[in-house]
């Protein structure tokens, strides 16, 4: 039963971070497309702006407001990702923590039903011993009732 619950623990464990591993990849790989996608068009626009032979003012003011706002949304992104690690992370030592706590218990649990073998095994063995003098004064009873005590000078009784 104790192993049962150490494999599920694993188990657990197991798919906890398997799941955490898999949440973060997906979330890096919608950021980098993201990312490559709006490089591409910042590229295009880029390209756009070289080719173009008038050098406004405005226009390089305005691009530069635009990749302030995503950078702030990148960061943004950054934080939240973050966030979701931390709690994956502190899910993640909850759950290790509980395993060794239920692994430290199980070897108390061990250590106490070894004692009380080793214990049952002791009183077994004086059981026995008990027994079987018990069943030698037994027989020495009857034999003396049998044959009588010749020290005693008393005749055999019939003691049954």
């Given at each position: 039963k104790l192993k049962a619950?150490?494999?599920k623990i694993l188990d657990n464990v197991e798919i906890v971070q398997e799941r955490t591993?898999?949440?973060?990849?997906?979330?890096?790989r919608d950021l980098l497309r993201a990312f490559r996608a709006r490089l591409f068009d910042v590229q295009t626009e880029l390209e756009k702006e070289k080719s173009k032979k008038d050098d406004g003012a405005g226009a390089w003011i305005e691009r530069s407001r635009q990749l302030e706002d995503e950078v702030e949304w990148a960061k943004e992104v950054a934080d939240r990702l973050e966030r979701v690690n931390q709690s994956l992370t502190q899910e993640?030592?909850?759950l290790k923590t509980q395993f060794q706590s239920q692994e430290d218990d199980r070897s108390f649990l061990m250590q106490q039903?070894?004692?009380?073998?080793?214990?049952?095994?002791k009183?077994?063995?004086?059981?026995?011993?008990?027994?079987?003098?018990?069943?030698?004064?037994?027989?020495?009873?009857?034999y003396i009732a049998k044959v009588g005590d010749k020290s005693s000078g008393f005749p055999p009784t019939n003691a049954s």
């Open positions: 619950a150490h494999a591993s898999r949440i973060l990849q997906d979330q890096e993640n030592s909850r039903l070894v004692a009380a073998n080793q214990e049952n095994d009183a077994r063995t004086e059981y026995e011993n008990m027994e079987a003098e018990h069943k030698r004064l037994v027989d020495q009873q009857a």
